[in-house]
């Protein structure tokens, strides 16, 4: 008889090695079939709803691993919330409208944009929009992301272009659109108006240079002749330059220098001396910013005159506390100028070029007038100092190049006239992490009017129509009309038809006597696009509902889309559309810089599934702190990887140990268990509450460390790791190893619903090897409830003692084994010493303590002090190891004197010998 033979070892084929590269298109391809959305839909139509509306990925290029980290987090949480009580539908969503789609084609496509019509490149543009849509679409799916795939929300949709309409003309009702000439952020290099959203700040050289600007008439307070200094790190703005504010409430304070006069505020005058190298300087008259208002001095390049004037804005932190003043070029300069009437000079054109008004230098491009400015100054003795410096200029998020204010007619949407509305709607959303409501607070308090119009081809046209007199026209009648249109053809058909096709049939207007109009040519900004989600998407679908529960997204999205939408929200229906908002960090590499191509750093997630598998990206995604920037190398997900076979192989041991386990037929009752086994579901139950809590609070980290510290702690170093002397070497049905059996049954299910939202493919492969199970994937089951264990406090208190003094036995062991006292454990008998409360435990506990130790022997020998000296010394007890007496039994290698009593098996010891008369000779 081959011994080997009567073992009960562990039979399954789920496979030891994930091979995730290969199986997990397999199992997607399953859940097309089955179509697992639309099921879990189905079973979960009846429960309340949770809503996590998906913020629009730009659809252009691959997938990154900031995208990873973004959707597989929306996956956690729409996976979990189905299992947990709700209808948690998720419908993903693009944003397809803007800049690098027009970019891509131009250069990336060689399409030549004077060669075609504006609708005729805005069908291009939509062809590529959805090329790129379809790629991404495919790698989201590859990362195991269950959403309305075949349904998802696109903003060139007719039906979200209607919509996003509808949301624009309600702002317009309410008197919140407006159209203004203002300065605004202006992207040369793009040739449009920018958002705030659309602003990212790099560091720039830029010239440094100090102007004197002489005073023409004092009004009494000066004398006139004395040279006000201003300072600019734009000379390219001196030529709008229109007039100088003052504090009002600043002491200002004139100074004789080398024989002339200089005006600066008294608090800057050292710091500006030292900057002009005035060895010998004097203060010889001081005054009130207020006293100087509407002094007039001469500009220093043009036959004009700058006035004096006033402004809140004026501080002592740099500079002179005298500003160059350019209502053109500047918010608070266009708001002070207004104030005085100076009016607004912008001769600066969409291109960045100097115009005719830049009397000298037209033609120039803004950078480059630069040095002739400078140099001209300086012919003019108005130039006291040029230097350089190098500090955070704003850039075009787009082409990462400079921008630069300008004054244009725009449209506004007015953010003053309903801030406090906007400031209550963020104090009454929950935020992740809590800083997030600060962070939205403060840029909504500070925030100027957001301009909304854009100088571009490819976006949603803004719905106004202008009359003969120049009278912009926004009605209920034209609004409902043209969304109409819209949802019928799409918001091509604005530059498909003449301005009199657009128009309700027999529209007429006071200011068009003649009954003409034209249309407006500016499209609308893209965080107008996306910001209208909530009513696009939420209120367009049945399936979702406004407010949503949850939006997920960077920490840029602060200012982009989590802004857009309170704004739009807040305007259209007086709240946020959003009860909570959560913000992950950026994705980084090992050593924490920003990824890109010239670094050769980038990790893509494509690679990371093609050899390693989406489940380990996605495990990756748990296991890091997200609310903050995160890292991503080999390395680490190597490391992750680790953690990942850990956790496939006790899901193959569960598995392998449970093939002969009916739980219909062979479950024990509680009450039947012993006090391990008792305790092992106490920790099934603490697992299973924390678990289910942290998805909850989105601490994904703690649901990954909880999950690897109970396969590898309570299960592989404990309870799996005794429990194999019971599993394999008993009868089947051997009241202890139906005991373990139950225990290890319990742990599979519970385990595996836990972990599927976080490993969706895994879950359901190993679901797919329980027989006993009726649901054809875990997505379709329900996350596991803890179950009410009497005295379970006590039963974990007394064994979690216990399980310290085995840590102290395993120490002693391992000791004695690299002292070459002995080979495996299983080799060892232990003799322990021991007082008070640790004797009183050893000697409380029923179980076999060989078995639990994993030794051939064990004594409670004495107390602690009549421990040998050589005894391994530990807080509660001493240790002694020694080799087991006896022979090794060849079916369960326990080292035991009672090898060989039985006449039939005399390599065996009378435990095994018994085992294999009663259940594997025949006669």
Known sequence: MEYKDTLLMPKTEFPMRGNLPNREPQIQEKWEEMTIYQKVQERTKDRPMFILHDGPPYANGDIHMGHALNKVLKDFIVRYKSMSGYNAPYVPGWDTHGLPIETALTKNKKVNRKELSVAEFRKLCAEYAWEQINNQREQFKRLGVRGD????????????????????????????????????????????????????????????????????????????GEKIIIWTTTPWTIPANLGIAVHPDLEYTVADA?????????????????????????????????????????HPLYDRE?????GEHVTTDAGTGCVHTAPGHGEDDFIVGQKYG????????????????????????????????????????????????????????????????????????????????????????KWVPAWGETR????????????????????VPIPVFY??????????????????????????????RETKDLLPEGFTHPGSPNGNFTKEQDIMD???????????????????QRPADLYLEGSDQYRGWFNSSLSTGVAVTGKAPYKGVLSHGFALDGEGRKMSKSLGNVVLPSKVMNQLGGDILRLWVASVDYQADVRVSDNILKQVAEVYRKIRNTFRFLLGNLADFNPETDALAFDELRDVDRYMMVKLNKLTDKVKKSYEDYEFAAIFHAVHNFCTIELSSFYLDFAKDVLYIEAPDNKERRAI?????????????????????????????????????VQLTDMPESKEIAGADLLEKKWDAFMELRDDVLKALEEARNEKVIGKSLTASIEVYANGEAKQLLQSIDENLKQLFIVSGFKLAGNYEDAPEDAHTCEKVKITVKPAEGETCERCWVVTTDVGENENHKTLCTRCAAIVDEHYTTA
């Not at 710091?271 to 300087?281: I, R």
């Not at 700058?306 to 006033?310: A, H, I």
């Not at 003795?381 to 300008?406: C, E, M, N, Q, V």
């Not at 034209?478 to 053809?489: A, N, P, Y």
């Open 149 to 224: 795939w075949e349904n998802p929300y696109v903003t060139l949709n007719p039906e979200y272009e209607a919509q996003q309409i509808k949301v624009f003309g309600e702002m317009a009702k309410k008197g919140y659109i407006y159209k203004g000439l203002k300065p605004v952020y202006w992207s040369p290099s793009s040739e449009s108006a920018l958002a705030e959203a659309e602003i990212e700040y790099y560091d720039k050289r830029s010239a440094s240079i100090y102007v004197a600007f002489t005073v023409a008439q004092g009004n009494e307070v000066l004398s006139g």
């Open 258 to 298: 080398g024989g002339e006069s200089f005006v600066v505020a008294s608090a800057l005058l050292e710091t500006v001396a030292k900057e002009l190298g005035w060895e010998d300087y004097k203060a010889v008259k001081t005054f009130k910013g207020a006293e100087i208002e509407r002094v007039s001095a001469k």
């Open 306 to 310: 700058s006035l004096v004037v006033l």
């Open 342 to 429: 100076l009016g607004v000079l912008c001769p600066v054109d969409e291109k960045g070029h100097m115009t005719s008004e830049a009397l000298g230098f037209e033609g120039m491009f803004y950078d480059a007038a630069n040095k002739p400015i400078t140099e001209k100054l300086e012919e003019a003795g108005a130039l006291l100092k040029l230097s350089f410096i190098t500090h955070s200029y704003p850039h075009d998020w787009r082409t990462k190049k400079p921008t630069i204010f300008r004054a244009t007619a725009q449209w506004f949407a007015s953010i003053k006239d309903f801030r406090e509305d906007l400031l209550q709607a963020v104090k009454d959303t």
């Open 440 to 459: 939205l607070f403060n840029m909504v308090r500070d925030r100027g009017d957001w301009c909304i119009s854009r100088q571009r081809a490819w976006g």
């Open 467 to 496: 009359a003969e007199n120049g009278e912009p026209i926004i009605t209920d009648e034209t609004i409902d009309h043209v969304s109409g249109l819209f949802r019928e053809h799409g918001s091509n058909i604005w530059f498909e």
């Open 526 to 544: 893209v965080w107008f696009d996306s910001g209208s989600s909530h009513q696009a998407v939420l209120l367009e679908r049945d399936d979702l």
């Open 741 to 777: 059996q139950t225990v290890l049954y319990d742990t599979l299910l519970s385990l595996v619903k836990l972990v599927a939202p976080i490993l969706p493919h895994t879950a359901d492969e190993v679901w797919a090897h329980i027989d006993s199970v009726s649901e054809e994937s």
